[in-house]
């Protein structure tokens, strides 16, 4: 009930390619749902996040896409970049006053030249 | 410039030895949080707190502890009763009064048992 699993584990892109990462969760309470990027050796760093209400969020060349009933989210980048090379965490937030965040496995992304 | 400083960058520990990594944030934040991270299964919640003097388990607490003695800090302590310790430790934190709910993280610290 607690998870959020996250696929694939790994993706290869072509510069100028869209990187699309899915996630899914069982938790109909969970109500925020942000995208972390890492850098290697570097702490993750907030993408972008949309809640339950909405079933896109657009920022730039991140768009998050959220099916409800699906109880899917998923990250798509457009025009993927060498530079966008790193790790991927979907999470959902458990509602209560810990702001407690439940993370997906994470997929690292290669964008090739 | 406000932030969250995890220290040191890389700890070695001997076998059934303590240690404490420390993490302090100058961004007035209510909540921190610890989370382990391995390869292929993503960060792991170790403990958490939302005010001075306390703090809630997270998933994977066995072998760890934490103490919230000051809002700024939230050290945590590698014990010898944690079977494998070696990994990347991160701290976060959170400010509880906005409702954007993002998490500031630390670079982290990665621990190695030698």
């Known amino acids: 009930q607690q998870q959020v699993k996250q696929s694939p584990q790994s993706l290869i892109v072509q510069k100028g390619g869209i990187s699309i990462i899915n996630c899914a969760y069982e938790?109909?309470?969970?109500?925020?749902f942000p995208w972390y990027q890492q850098f290697p050796g570097k702490g993750p760093a907030l993408l972008i996040a949309?809640?339950?209400?909405?079933s896109e969020k657009k920022e730039g060349r991140f768009t998050i896409s959220f099916n409800k009933s699906a109880k899917q989210f998923s990250l798509h980048i457009m025009d993927s970049q060498p530079g966008d090379s790193a790790t991927y965490f979907c999470?959902?937030?458990?509602?209560?006053?810990?702001?407690?965040?439940?993370f997906g496995a994470g997929t690292r992304l290669a964008v090739h030249p | 410039d406000g932030g969250i400083t995890q220290s040191p960058k890389y700890l070695f520990r001997k076998e059934g030895q303590n240690v404490t990594l420390s993490c302090e944030q100058n961004l007035n934040h209510d909540a921190m949080y610890w989370y382990r991270q391995d390869p292929g299964q993503g960060l792991r919640l170790i403990y958490y707190?939302?005010?001075?003097?306390?703090?809630q388990k997270g998933d994977i607490a066995e072998g760890y502890s934490v103490s919230r003695e000051k809002k700024e800090s939230f050290p945590l302590t590698v014990t010898s009763a944690q079977k494998n310790p070696t990994a990347f430790y991160l701290c976060a934190s959170s400010d509880l009064q906005l409702a954007n709910y993002g998490y500031t993280f630390g670079s982290g610290t990665r621990l190695t048992v030698v």
């Open positions: 938790n109909t309470a969970f109500d925020y």
């Open positions: 999470a959902a937030r458990v509602g209560g006053g810990y702001n407690k965040l439940i």
């Open positions: 949309i809640r339950p209400d909405v």
């Open positions: 707190s939302q005010i001075v003097n306390d703090f």
